[in-house]
C-alpha cells in the first residue's frame, strides 16, 4: 500500500515517567529548586504577603526600577502553606470546595497550592462571570463552594446579588485588596492577607490530623468550558489528569533543558492556557512565570519583556498585533524571545511572520488544545524550523494523547490528507462535563478499544507525516451553493496581502444557502480598499470565495470580535451580530421600496409594535403635528429623501406617501442643505453677520468683543466659525443667575470604547455640530449672540476634561456633581463642557456633559447623541449633514420685525392684557427668592447684583426636587378622541392642569407656562417655508415658551373644553415665534417697532428681563411658577454604544410638568421642581390629581359630562 492509503489516527509516545500527585509534584520541585526564582508579579507590591513568606526573595542579577512582587519556590511554598493552614483553623477540611473569581496575581497561585495540600476542589473562575446573573448563579450553584476568594468590590456585591443562596452558605469569604494600601475590604468579608496570617500556627496542628490521602482519581481542579446554552459547562480535572497532561508537556518540550526559560503568563490563570500552560507547566519545570498585569495590557507585557527577559510566550494574535502596535514597542529589546506560542484560534502564516520578523521571536508554532483535554497537538521546540512555514500547522500529537480525523456523518476514519472531524482521545481528558450540582453531561463523548473519546467539533486535515492542521470549527464553516467554504483561506489572503485582520462568518441566503461576510478590524489611519481586497480573492480563490460584504467591526457597534476569556474570537456571535446588522440595514435601505421604509420610520417614532401599521393607514389617526415635523426630519436623515409635512397632510396613507415619493425617483437633500451654509475660510466677513446689518462699525466691534472673549481661552478672532444671533428665549436662558441656570446635565457609559476613542469620537462629533462650540457675547444692550469657535485642539483643552477613573456606572451621577467649578456651563462659556473618565466595572469609558440650554433643545441634542453614537461605532463614517442653526437663526434675526411676528405679537398681547391685576391665578407662591431646580449655590440676586443669601431645601431627602418623581395614568380613549375629533392627546392632561390649578386658586382661569418646541420656520408665508428644508433637522434651539391662560367654564362639557384647548392650540403654533422681548415691551406699555433703537434696554435683548411693572414684567414671572411640557413618544435614549445613566434638567421654574406617553395610552408624568419652594408631599398631590382627572378626560363617556362635575 502506498502511503496515501494511511489514515487518519495518531497515537502520541508513551509517557516515559510515572504520573505523581500534583501536590507531591509541587513538593518534588520545591524541593529541587527552592532558592530559584518562582513568581514575579509585577503589578503588585513586594511587601504583598511578606509576613508568611519566610524571608525576602534573593537580588535579581539585573535589578529592576521599581519593587515588585518576586518570589521563590520556597517563599511560594511557605505562603500556600500558611493559608492551608489558616484555612484548616478555620474548618476547611479535605473535599471541601473553593472558589476564585481573582485575575491573574499572586493571590491564585497561593489559594490553588493551598487547596492542592488540603485535598479541596479548586475552582478558577473569570471575574467577568460574576457579573452575568445566569452564569454566577450557575456556576455558585454547582460548586456550593464552602471558600469564596475575590478581589474586585463590584465582583464581591454582584456575587451576593447574582447568587444569594450558595453564596450566603459560604461560610469563608475572603477579599484581596492585592497590597494596595489604598483599597478597603467590603463589608462581611475578610481580608485575604490578614486571614492567610491570622492562622498560619494555630491551623498546624488542625492540618496534621487531617491525614490526608490523596488519590489519582480524586476530582482537585474545575476549569469550565462554552456552553450550547451559553452556560458555562465544567470541566472535572483529577490528579492524574492535571498531573498526566504538565509530565506530557514536558516531555514532548523538553522545557527543563535550559533554566533561563521564562513564562510571560499575560494570559487569563483561569483558564487552561494560562493557568495549566504558562503556569503549573514552568513552575513545575522549576521555572520562572511572570505575571505582568492582573488582565493583558500590552504595555505592561513590553515591560516584562525587558525586566524580566520572557522567553516564551502565549498569545493569540489580537495580543501579538497590540504589542507590535504599542508606542514603546521599538525602545523593548525583544532578543529575549525563544518561542511564541499561538492559538485560540485558526493561526495564519502571517501571524507566524509578524511573530518571529517583527516581535523578535526565535520561533513562533501553533499548538492546539482545548478545556476538556488540556494540549494534544504541539510542535517540539528544539525541533521546530526557524524559518517561516508554508503552512501552518498544529503540530503533532503529544505523549500519552491520541488523535484521529473522522467523516463526521459516518464516524469512519478518512484518509491522510482528507478533512474531517478531529476527535481527541487518551489517558488524560475528562470523562465527562459537570452541568449542574449533581447533572452530569456524557453526550460528545464515545468509547471503543483504543478508550475514551471527545468529539472536538473542529475541522482538521492530518498529514502524511502526522502533523495536524486545524482547519477550522465546523459550525463556522460556510457552505455556498454546494461548496464548502473554508473562512481561515479568505483570512489567511486579506491578512497575508493586505496587512489586515479579517473574520469570515457564514449569513444565511434564500439562493445560496450562506454567504460569506467579512467583518475586518482596521489599525488606526489604515485605509482599505475593498474593490482591491475583491479582485484579489477573486484572482486566489474564485468568485465563489469573495464575501458578499466587507464591514468594519465598529460597525456593528463594538471595538473587537466577541472573544473568550483567552481571546479566541466567537464566531457564532459574531455571526449573529453581522445577520442583525444586515436585517437592520435591509429595513433602513427599504426592502422592498419606499413603502417598507416609510413603516419602518414611522412605527418607531410612533413607538409601536411591528405589523401594527399598514399600508392604509392613516397616519393622522396616530401623529399629531410635531410627530409628523419629526417624521419628516428623521425619514430626511435616513434615506436623504425629502417629504414634507404638507405632503404628510395631502397624503395622510402610508401608501399614498410611498407613491408620492415614486413619482419624484430619487435625489438627495443633501445638496440642498450644504447650499444654505457654504464653506468658507477664515473668520466672518462684515456680510456674514446679520446683526451688522452691512455696518462696518458693528463689525469692528463685534471682532473686538469676540476677542476679548475667547482671549482667557488663549483663541482669538481667526478661531471664529461664525456669529449667530441669538433671539430672546436664548437670552432668557443665558441670563446667569447662578452657575447651573437653565442648564442640563447627562450622563452615558460608553459601552466598549476606551477614553482616547470617546475623546476622538466626541471632537469629530462636535465638528459637526456648531452650536456646542460656542461662547456668549452681549454685543450691546439690544443684541446677544453666540460665537461659534473652529474645532482645535485649543478649543477642545477648554471643553473636555479627563478625571481618573470611577468605580461604578453609576458613579457617574455622582460625578463633579455639585462642584461650583465644574458641573455647569454658564455664561460666557464654553456652553457645552465635557468630563470624560474610564469605568472600572464595565471596562469602558464614560462621559458626563453640563449643557447650557441657549444652545440646544430637546430635538437637537438628539441629533448630537445620535450622531456621537455613530462615531463611536464607526470612526470613519461621514455624518449626514443637519440643517445648519446660523441659517435659521440668521433668518429669525432678519424677520423678527416683519409684519408676521408683529401679528403673533399682537395676538399674545390681546389674549394676555390685564393678567398683572390677578396674580392669585398662579398656582404656587414664593417661598423662597428666586425659582431654582438644582443647586442654588452662587445665586445672584438680579435686583442688586450681589450674591443672594442661601435658600433652604424643604424636599428630603435634599436633591430629589431636580431628579423628580413620576406617575402613570391610562388615557383610554385617546386615539378615539383623535380619530372622531381631531383632538391631540396633549389637551386631556392640558385640561387637567387647568383643572387641578383652579381648584387651588379658586380663579375663574389658570395660568401657566408650555413649552412649544416650534420647529418651522419663523415668519414665513407657508409656500416660503414648505421650500425650506425641515426645521425639525435645524441643529439648533428652537424651542420657545407661551403663556397660557385657560378660562376654565364649568358649564362646558369636557368635549367642548378639550374642542377650544385644541383650536387655541393650532394658534399658539402658528404664534409661537413671537418675540418674547417684544411681546413683553408691548404689555408694558411701550411701542418696540418705534423705539427700539432709542431705548436702551427694554425693549429687545433685555426686556425679557429688566421690564419692571405691568403685565410685561407678570408675563415674565408667571412663566416661570408652572411649565407644562408635552412629549408625544417617550424619549428615546436606545443607542448602540452609548447607555443612559442620567438626565437632569436644571431650568430657573418653580416646577415642570413632562408629560410623556410611554405607549399609545399610557401616560407618565415626571415632575421636577424647585425644593426651596415646594415639599415633595405638595407635588405628589398635584400630580396624583392631574393623573386621575387626565384618566377621566380620556374615557369617551365623560366627554359629554359638564366640567363642574370633576372641579
Known amino acids: 500500500m502506498g502511503s496515501s492509503t494511511l489514515i487518519s489516527e495518531a497515537f502520541g509516545e508513551p509517557i516515559r515517567r510515572s504520573i505523581p500527585i500534583m501536590y507531591d509534584f509541587y513538593q518534588e520541585v520545591t524541593r529541587n529548586h527552592g532558592d530559584r526564582m518562582a513568581l514575579v508579579c509585577m503589578h503588585q507590591p513586594a511587601s504583598f504577603l511578606s509576613p508568611i513568606t519566610h524571608g525576602d526573595p ?71 462571570m460574576a457579573l452575568h446573573k445566569e452564569e454566577a448563579m450557575h456556576m455558585m450553584a454547582m460548586i456550593e463552594p464552602n471558600v469564596v476568594l475575590v478581589e ?223 494540549l494534544v497537538l504541539a510542535h517540539p521546540y528544539y525541533s521546530l524550523n526557524t524559518k517561516l512555514p508554508k503552512v501552518v500547522t498544529s503540530g503533532f500529537v503529544i505523549p500519552g494523547s491520541k488523535v484521529r480525523v473522522v467523516d463526521p456523518e459516518t464516524n469512519k476514519l478518512v484518509p491522510r490528507g482528507e478533512p474531517g472531524e478531529c ?34 467539533g473542529d475541522q482538521a486535515v ?149 405589523g401594527t401599521l399598514t399600508a392604509q393607514t392613516s397616519i393622522h389617526d396616530w401623529a399629531d403635528s410635531l410627530i409628523q415635523a419629526r417624521f419628516s426630519a428623521v425619514f430626511m436623515r435616513e434615506t436623504g429623501l425629502l417629504i414634507r409635512l404638507q405632503d404628510l397632510i395631502d397624503h395622510p396613507t402610508i401608501e399614498a406617501q410611498a407613491r408620492l415619493l415614486a413619482s419624484r425617483g430619487g435625489g438627495s437633500v443633501a445638496q440642498s442643505i450644504a447650499d444654505i451654509k457654504p464653506q468658507r475660510d477664515g473668520p466672518p466677513a462684515l456680510y456674514d453677520m446679520v446683526h451688522c446689518n452691512g455696518d462696518e462699525a458693528r463689525y469692528q466691534k463685534t471682532q473686538e468683543l469676540a476677542i476679548e472673549t475667547l482671549k482667557p481661552l488663549g483663541l482669538g478672532w481667526n478661531d471664529v466659525e461664525d456669529i449667530i444671533p441669538m ?43 456648531a452650536m456646542l462650540r460656542t461662547m456668549a457675547m452681549y454685543f450691546d444692550s439690544h443684541t446677544s449672540v453666540h460665537i461659534a469657535v473652529r474645532p482645535s485642539e485649543q478649543w477642545f483643552s477648554k471643553c473636555i476634561l479627563r478625571l481618573p477613573p470611577v468605580k461604578k456606572a453609576d458613579d457617574l451621577a455622582e460625578l463633579v456633581y455639585g462642584d461650583i467649578n465644574l458641573d455647569h456651563a454658564c455664561f460666557p462659556g464654553p456652553m457645552m463642557r465635557f468630563v470624560i473618565v474610564h469605568v472600572e466595572e464595565t471596562n469602558c469609558a464614560g462621559i458626563v456633559y453640563m449643557a447650557q440650554h441657549s444652545v440646544f433643545d430637546g430635538v437637537s441634542l438628539p441629533l448630537f447623541l445620535e450622531d456621537f453614537d455613530t462615531m463611536l461605532s464607526d470612526p470613519t463614517t461621514k455624518l449626514k449633514p443637519h440643517v445648519p442653526y446660523k441659517a435659521w437663526a440668521d433668518s429669525y434675526y432678519n424677520l423678527q420685525h416683519s409684519p408676521i411676528a408683529k401679528a403673533s405679537v399682537d395676538w399674545h398681547a390681546n389674549r394676555l392684557r390685564g393678567i398683572s391685576k390677578n396674580p392669585d391665578a398662579l398656582l404656587f407662591k414664593p417661598r423662597a427668592p428666586e425659582f431654582f431646580k438644582g443647586f442654588s449655590e452662587g445665586w445672584i440676586d438680579i435686583k442688586t447684583g450681589k450674591p443672594g443669601p442661601p435658600r433652604v431645601a424643604l424636599t428630603k431627602p435634599a436633591g430629589l426636587g431636580v431628579k423628580g418623581i413620576t406617575g402613570k395614568g391610562t388615557l383610554r380613549d385617546i386615539q378615539a378622541l383623535k380619530i372622531k375629533h381631531n383632538i391631540e392627546g396633549s389637551q386631556i392632561v392640558k385640561a387637567a392642569l387647568a383643572v387641578v390649578t383652579i381648584r387651588h386658586t379658586k380663579q375663574e382661569y389658570a395660568l401657566f407656562g408650555q413649552s412649544q418646541a416650534g420647529r418651522t420656520w419663523p415668519f414665513m408665508l407657508p409656500w416660503q417655508a414648505d421650500r425650506m428644508p425641515p426645521a425639525m433637522d435645524v441643529d439648533g434651539p428652537a424651542v420657545q415658551g407661551s403663556l397660557c391662560k385657560i378660562e376654565v367654564q364649568k358649564s362646558d362639557s369636557v368635549l367642548d373644553m378639550l374642542t377650544r384647548l385644541q383650536t387655541e392650540q393650532y394658534d399658539l403654533n402658528r404664534h409661537a415665534y413671537a418675540p418674547m422681548n417684544q411681546l413683553v415691551a408691548k404689555l408694558s406699555g411701550y411701542h418696540p417697532d418705534r423705539e427700539t433703537l432709542d431705548f436702551d434696554g427694554k425693549v429687545k435683548g433685555s426686556a425679557w428681563i429688566d421690564t419692571q411693572g405691568g403685565d410685561g414684567d407678570f408675563v415674565r414671572d408667571a412663566f416661570k411658577h408652572q411649565v407644562f411640557n408635552w412629549l408625544p413618544v417617550s424619549p428615546v435614549f436606545e443607542y448602540k454604544r452609548i447607555t443612559k445613566v442620567q438626565v437632569e434638567s436644571r431650568t430657573d421654574l418653580c416646577v415642570l410638568w413632562n408629560c410623556i406617553m410611554m405607549d399609545q395610552t399610557t401616560l407618565a408624568i415626571n415632575p421636577t421642581w424647585d425644593d426651596a419652594q415646594l415639599y415633595t408631599e405638595e407635588v405628589e398631590g398635584i400630580l396624583d390629581e392631574i393623573l386621575r382627572l387626565s384618566e377621566k378626560f380620556a374615557v369617551e363617556e365623560n366627554w359629554e359630562k359638564k366640567i363642574e362635575e370633576f372641579i
Open 152 to 374: 474586585d468590590p463590584n465582583i464581591a456585591e454582584k456575587l451576593a446579588l447574582n447568587a444569594p443562596e450558595p453564596f450566603g452558605k459560604a461560610p469563608i469569604k475572603l477579599f484581596s485588596t492585592g497590597g494596595q494600601k489604598k483599597a478597603s475590604v467590603p463589608q462581611g468579608w475578610e481580608d485575604f492577607a490578614t486571614f492567610a496570617e491570622s492562622g498560619a500556627k494555630t491551623g498546624e496542628s488542625a492540618l496534621k490530623s487531617f491525614n490526608v490521602v490523596r488519590k489519582p482519581e480524586d476530582v482537585i481542579f474545575i476549569f469550565t468550558t462554552s456552553g450550547t446554552t451559553n452556560l458555562p459547562k465544567g470541566c472535572p480535572y483529577t490528579n492524574k489528569m492535571c498531573a498526566g497532561i504538565l509530565v506530557s508537556f514536558q516531555q514532548h518540550s523538553d522545557l527543563t533543558r535550559d533554566p533561563n526559560r521564562v513564562s510571560l503568563c499575560h494570559m487569563t490563570t483561569s483558564h487552561i492556557m494560562g493557568g495549566i500552560g504558562y503556569s503549573m507547566r514552568f513552575h513545575l519545570s522549576g521555572l520562572k512565570v511572570v505575571h505582568p498585569a492582573a488582565t493583558f495590557d500590552a504595555a505592561s507585557s513590553l515591560k516584562a519583556i525587558n525586566l524580566e527577559r520572557a522567553s516564551d510566550i502565549p498569545a493569540v494574535p489580537a495580543q501579538v498585533y497590540a504589542m507590535l502596535a504599542n508606542p514603546n514597542f521599538d525602545q523593548v529589546d525583544t532578543s529575549c524571545i525563544k518561542h511564541a506560542h499561538l492559538s485560540a484560534t485558526t493561526i495564519l502564516p502571517e501571524t507566524i511572520r509578524l511573530s518571529m520578523e517583527e516581535l523578535g521571536a526565535e520561533r513562533a508554532s501553533e499548538a492546539y488544545g482545548m478545556t476538556e483535554a488540556g
Open 423 to 456: 476527535h481527541i482521545g487518551g489517558d488524560f481528558i475528562i470523562r465527562e462535563y459537570w452541568l449542574g450540582p449533581t447533572k452530569r453531561g456524557r453526550d460528545a463523548f464515545y468509547e471503543d478499544e483504543h478508550g475514551l473519546w471527545i468529539r472536538t
Open 727 to 769: 433671539n430672546s428665549i436664548q437670552e432668557t436662558f443665558l441670563k446667569y443667575r447662578r452657575p447651573q441656570s437653565s442648564n442640563h446635565r447627562h450622563a452615558f457609559v460608553c459601552n466598549g470604547s476606551s477614553v482616547a476613542h470617546v475623546q476622538k469620537a466626541l471632537e469629530n462629533t462636535l465638528a459637526h455640530h
Open 462 to 610: 492530518m498529514h502524511e507525516n502526522g502533523e495536524c492542521q486545524i482547519v477550522g470549527r465546523y459550525k463556522d464553516m460556510i457552505i455556498r451553493g454546494g461548496e464548502n467554504i473554508s473562512p481561515s483561506a479568505i483570512e489567511s489572503i486579506i491578512l497575508s496581502k493586505f496587512d489586515l485582520i479579517a473574520e469570515i462568518v457564514g449569513v444565511p441566503d434564500e439562493i445560496a444557502g450562506e454567504i460569506p461576510v467579512a467583518v475586518i478590524s482596521k489599525k488606526d489611519g489604515q485605509e482599505v480598499n475593498t474593490s482591491k481586497v475583491r479582485e484579489m480573492l477573486v484572482k486566489e480563490l474564485g468568485p465563489a470565495w469573495v464575501p458578499e460584504e466587507i464591514i468594519d467591526i465598529q460597525s456593528l457597534g463594538v471595538d473587537d470580535y466577541p472573544r473568550t476569556a483567552t481571546g479566541k474570537v466567537v464566531k457564532t456571535k459574531l455571526r449573529l451580530m453581522v445577520i442583525e446588522n444586515r436585517d437592520s440595514q435591509s429595513s433602513a435601505i427599504g426592502g422592498t421600496g419606499n413603502l417598507d421604509t416609510l413603516t419602518r420610520v414611522w412605527t418607531k417614532l410612533l413607538g409601536v409594535s411591528p
Open 58 to 128: 534573593p537580588t535579581p542579577p539585573f535589578s529592576p526600577p521599581e519593587k515588585y512582587l518576586r518570589w521563590t519556590f520556597n517563599q511560594m511554598a511557605h505562603a500556600s502553606h500558611a493559608l492551608a493552614a489558616s484555612l484548616a483553623a478555620a474548618g476547611i477540611k479535605p473535599g471541601m470546595r473553593i472558589i476564585s473569581f481573582v485575575n491573574n496575581g499572586v493571590e491564585w497561585h497561593v489559594m490553588m497550592k493551598a487547596a492542592l495540600e488540603l485535598n479541596c476542589l479548586f475552582t478558577p473562575l473569570n471575574p467577568r
